[in-house]
């Protein structure tokens, strides 16, 4: 499966943003999706998740309030609404899939290219 990141840019501070993986072969199954994010000279931590149904999400607790995934499995698609950007939420945003509901890199086998979001003060 291929998973292609979109829509990264920079922002002003308080901006929202949309990203957007969209995936392509080997889509079926019910796979978890997720967001996660590497700011420079750091490790990639976990930003979101979202089960194939849609009806479980999971977020780190610095995106919850402030960002909200969601997928549409009749178009292999994820997006990630980010809104209330802070300038420490710069960094690469890649998206993930895996098998179950997990915050760790570990648990997810296929990623994409990653997006770059600048946040700006």
């Known amino acids: 499966v291929q998973l292609q990141a979109s829509g990264g840019g920079s922002v002003q501070a308080g901006d929202s943003l949309r990203l957007s993986c969209a995936a392509s072969?080997?889509?079926?199954?019910?796979?978890?999706m997720a967001w996660f994010r590497q700011a420079p000279g750091k490790e990639r931590e976990f930003v979101a998740s979202i089960t194939w149904s849609g009806f479980t999400t999971l977020y780190a607790d610095y995106a919850k309030g402030r960002f909200t995934i969601s997928r549409d499995n009749t178009k292999n698609t994820m997006s990630l609404q980010m809104s209330g950007l802070k300038p420490e939420d710069t960094a690469i945003y890649y998206c993930?899939?895996?098998?179950?509901?997990?915050?760790?890199?570990?648990?997810?086998?296929?990623w994409g290219q990653g997006t770059l979001v600048t946040v700006s003060s």
């Open positions: 072969g080997g889509t079926r199954g019910a796979y978890v």
């Open positions: 993930a899939r895996g098998q179950g509901t997990s915050m760790s890199t570990d648990s997810y086998d296929h």
